[in-house]
Nanobody, 120 residues
Framework: QVQLVESGGGLVQAGGSLRLSCAAS????????MGWFRQAPGLEREFVAA????????YYADSAQGRFTISGDNAKNTVYLQMNSLKPEDTAVYYC?????????????WGQGTQVTVSS
């Protein structure tokens, strides 16, 4: 059974930083892409960033570019999201996702989500 376990969310002031982690288990993910989505109250879930393990390619949403950094530890089946210069509009539940598609267009697996709250 595939499990994605997220951690690292919390409350931070605007301008601060957080690092999210997602550990995957239950199968081999060598050819998968791991990454992050987020969903704010009343809004649709949106793509944030992806780490393609096949070519170590990285993809970012415009809102994340320059402030967020995604990285992965293939040996640990873990992906990280370092979030800097956080803004109140970054407040959302952040979900880890795994997909065979490089850009996470059709995730096969989802984590349970971790809350990130940025105060002004």
């Amino acid at each position: 059974q595939v499990q994605l376990v997220e951690s690292g969310g919390g409350l931070v002031q605007a301008g601060g930083s957080l690092r999210l982690s997602c550990a995957a288990s239950g199968r081999t993910f060598n050819s998968y892409t791991m990454g992050w989505f987020r969903q704010a109250p009343g809004l649709e879930r949106e793509f944030v960033a992806a780490f393609s393990r096949r070519g170590s390619r990285l993809y970012y949403a415009d809102s994340a570019q320059g402030r967020f950094t995604i990285s992965g530890d293939n040996a640990k089946n873990t992906v990280y999201l370092q979030m800097n210069s956080l803004k109140p509009e970054d407040t959302a539940v952040y979900y880890c996702a795994v997909d065979t598609d490089d850009r996470l267009r059709t995730p096969d697996y989802w984590g349970q989500g971790t809350q990130v709250t940025v105060s002004s």
